[in-house]
Structure formats: structure tokens, C-alpha cells
């Protein structure tokens, strides 16, 4: 059974950080495309951050140079470093997983977590 399952979510000021994790139970993980999106109220799910098996990353233009993705194939898990944090980051963050895409901002992923909230306050 597939388990994929968020952390890290919280409460900081604007310009703090947080970092998310998801530990996916995927089968052959190491060769899985993985990605983050966030859903605010009121407005569409949006890809983040994505990962392809070999480590080549994409963002969303919006968070380039503030976050970061990055994965460990040993514990298979997933990561989101956020830095210099925004109200307008504030958020339901998802972790996915499965896609056939490299490196997809698209909701094309065949696994989701339930989700874990991020509010920046300003």
C-alpha cells in the first residue's frame, strides 16, 4: 500500500522558514519523479517544486531563489526548504509522487499525501 505523508507545516513571521518533509512509500522510490504543490483557499492546486530521479529540479517562478527540493533515495524521502517566507505562500502544502513527467509542475502524479498547512503571517 502507498503511503505518502507530509510534515513540517507551521506558523512563522513573513521572512522565516520552515521546512516540510514527505516520507513516501512508493515502490523503487530512487526512481520516482516527486514533486511539491500548495493549495491556498479559494484558489487552484499549484505545482511548486519538482524532482526527477537523477536530482534535476524546476520551480515555480514565484519561489525561485526562497525554496528548494531536494530528496534522499536511502531514507526515501522528500524535502522543502523554505526561506524568506511570504504571506503569500500561505498554504496547504502536498507532496506527490509518480508522475511520468520529469520534473512536472502539473498535477500529473499518481500518489498524494493528505497535506500540511503553512501560514506565514506578516
Known amino acids: 500500500q502507498v503511503q505518502v505523508v507530509e510534515s513540517g507545516g507551521g506558523s512563522v513571521e513573513s521572512g522565516g522558514s520552515l521546512r516540510l518533509s514527505c516520507a513516501a512509500s512508493v515502490h523503487r522510490y530512487r526512481e520516482n519523479n516527486m514533486g511539491w504543490f500548495r493549495q491556498a483557499p479559494g484558489k487552484e492546486r499549484e505545482g511548486v517544486a519538482a524532482?526527477?530521479?537523477?536530482?534535476?529540479?524546476d520551480y515555480v517562478d514565484s519561489v525561485k531563489g526562497r525554496f528548494t527540493i531536494s530528496r534522499d533515495n536511502v531514507k526515501n524521502t522528500l524535502f522543502l526548504q523554505m526561506n524568506s517566507l511570504k504571506p503569500e505562500d500561505t498554504a496547504m502544502y502536498y507532496c506527490?509522487?509518480?508522475?511520468?513527467?520529469?520534473?512536472?509542475?502539473?498535477?500529473?502524479?499518481?500518489?498524494w499525501g493528505q497535506g500540511t498547512q503553512v501560514t506565514v503571517s506578516s
Open positions: 524532482i526527477d530521479y537523477d536530482g534535476r529540479t
Open positions: 506527490a509522487a509518480g508522475s511520468s513527467i520529469p520534473r512536472s509542475l502539473l498535477p500529473t502524479y499518481d500518489y
